[in-house]
């Protein structure tokens, strides 16, 4: 229901922009999340979107750098990540759920989720 792309290598300080698109049942996802996991480490928040009013909220490690749009008519949501750093080399994932919650940072939160793609940053 969830297909995750776009990632790929890039140079640091280069961008790259990932899609999740949302398929299937026509019940509409209200919590559109990014996730990482670099090797060795746990998944971690990136980024989430609230659809209803449309907040966006950040990690404190990409504010700034990494931002989320949607395209309503796609049934997308982007993840432009910009200034990429070596430490951004991670699988990204992203999630969803039907109803928001206040724990929305937490992974173990999410019942849908797309397979992930990679991003390298490297010199």
């Known amino acids: 229901q969830l297909q995750a792309s776009g990632g790929g290598s890039v140079q640091p300080g280069g961008s790259l922009r990932l899609s999740c698109e949302a398929s299937?049942?026509?019940?509409?996802?209200?919590?559109i999340v990014w996730f990482r996991q670099a090797p060795g480490k746990e998944r971690e928040f990136v980024g989430a979107l609230r659809r209803g009013n449309g907040a966006t909220y950040y990690a404190d490690s990409v504010k700034g750098r990494f931002t989320i749009s949607r395209d309503s008519g796609k049934n997308t949501v982007y993840l432009q990540m910009n200034s990429l750093k070596p430490e951004d080399t991670a699988v990204y994932y992203c999630a969803a759920r039907i109803n928001w919650i206040t724990d929305y940072r937490a992974a173990r939160n999410y019942e849908y989720w797309g397979r992930g793609t990679q991003v390298t940053v490297s010199s």
């Open positions: 299937g049942p026509t019940f509409t996802f209200t919590a």
